[in-house]
């Protein structure tokens, strides 16, 4: 859950606003090929690569609105480039194909991704609004629900056969978790360790100021949309509590105005904060349930979920399809050494 007075829902139309809590729809398919739970952007992103493979019928659930947990309060950068040096290389590798995913994308999909160029220490990136990726996203899907509780599932000859929910009984082909955290569902035994970790946002009026070599040198905060300029996220770790921490968004800003003192007489007209959902290890588990071959999980994301959820969605459809896990995801399974930390 994001909570806080987010800027990105202020930068969306009320069509696209309107689009982030569908409901339920009428024709709602009881029986698709792919059931995919959870509206945030993997599970969107993961319910496009399906819609792209021709999996057939996808239908989208989220029990609360599209873009609802940490994906709507992420700072949305695509920026594998600044984690070289600070995460292990072949997970670099990944975010770089990761960036790749999100171009391709943004020229495959109709209507884009609203893909935004960003340059980060003179290198090429990217950024979003993640609730626009999300809404473009989840507009290609035909059937999306919002306001649907995943609460269990029954399982026969080592397939989920039904999945109960707060709007009924599906019965899926295949399904996709793509919940954050992992999902607590009765009939599931997933023994996975995970928690969240907390982080402030904070956002300023638009501005017509540069960013500092020194500001931008140290990556304590960027320039976007209309000049305004955006900070964190911080990591507030043992923090678990649903709320905006004034003292921590004030000793952002009083960080951010020691370097750079023009910004004195700007306003912050933005502070939120979102959680994380993280592994011990702080690498994301991308994997199928065990002892069940219809059933899939993306969950831990972590600080990097956005940067990855084209790549992540675009190899679960790919292992779907084939019932081969692609190369790409064997860091990320559930038997790793690392996970349990
Ligand atoms: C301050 C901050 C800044 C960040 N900045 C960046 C960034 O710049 N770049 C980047 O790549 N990453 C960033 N991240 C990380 C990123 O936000 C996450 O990794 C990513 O959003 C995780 O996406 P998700 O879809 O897995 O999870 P979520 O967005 O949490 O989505 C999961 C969804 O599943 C739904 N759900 C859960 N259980 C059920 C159920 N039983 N039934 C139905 N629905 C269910 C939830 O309601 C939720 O909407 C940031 C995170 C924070 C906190």
Redesign the pocket.
Known sequence: ?TVGHVLWPDQLDADELARLRPGLPADLDREPDVLV????????ATAAACIQARLGSVVL????V??????????????PESHLGVDPPEFVAAMRRGLDAWRAMESTWAGGVGLLPYDWQGQPQA?VN?LRAIVRLASGVPCVATG????GMTCTAGQVATVS?SAGEFRPRQVVF????P???AGLDLNLPASE?????LCTAPTRLRLPAAVREADIARVIDDGRVLM???LDVGDAQRVVRPEVTERMWRELISAWSALESVSVEYRW?????AHPDHLPVIDRLPGLSNAWL??G?????????VETGQALAEWLQTGTAPPEVKPFALSRDTLRG
């Open positions: 859950m739970v959870g509206g945030g952007i993997i599970g969107c659930v989220e029990r609360d599209l873009g609802a947990g940490a994906s709507g309060g992420a700072a949305g950068l695509l920026v950024r993640p649907v509780n995943v609460s929910t793509a919940t954050g955290l999902p607590g569902l970790v907390k982080g402030h946002m964190g996220g911080t904060a979102c959680f994380r959902p993306s969950t994301q972590y600080k990097t979920g956005i940067l990855m959820a």
